[in-house]
């Protein structure tokens, strides 16, 4: 049974840095593009971070130059670096593959707000 599990979001406040984890089981992990998805309250789920296979990384123009993803392969897991978090950043934030074929975990909240 494939599972994605979320952690280390939290409220922080504006200008400041969070590391997000997710453990990835029951899948084989590195052969998957992985990617960091948000949804914000009233908006559609969007994709912010990806990283192939071979670690090459993309970024929505909303966060390029603020967060940094990146994979551990031997610990099947992907990380989201943020940095300088803008109250926009406000978001349950959810990893699965590029495209998403994983079921959905529970996502982990991320409040900038001061």
């Known amino acids: 049974q494939v599972q994605l599990v979320e952690s280390g979001g939290g409220l922080v406040q504006p200008g400041g840095p969070l590391r997000l984890s997710c453990a990835a089981s029951g899948m084989i992990f590195s052969i998957f593009n992985m990617g960091w998805y948000r949804q914000a309250p009233g908006k559609q789920r969007e994709l912010v971070a990806s990283?192939?296979?071979?670690?090459?990384?993309n970024y929505a123009d909303s966060v390029k130059g603020r967060f940094t993803i990146s994979r551990d392969n031997a610990k099947n897991t992907v990380y989201l670096q943020m940095n300088s978090l803008k109250p926009e950043d406000t978001a349950v934030y959810y990893c699965?593959?590029?495209?998403?074929?994983?079921?959905w975990g529970q996502g982990t909240q991320v409040t900038v707000s001061s």
């Open positions: 990283i192939t296979k071979g670690s090459s990384t």
């Open positions: 699965n593959s590029v495209p998403s074929f994983v079921s």
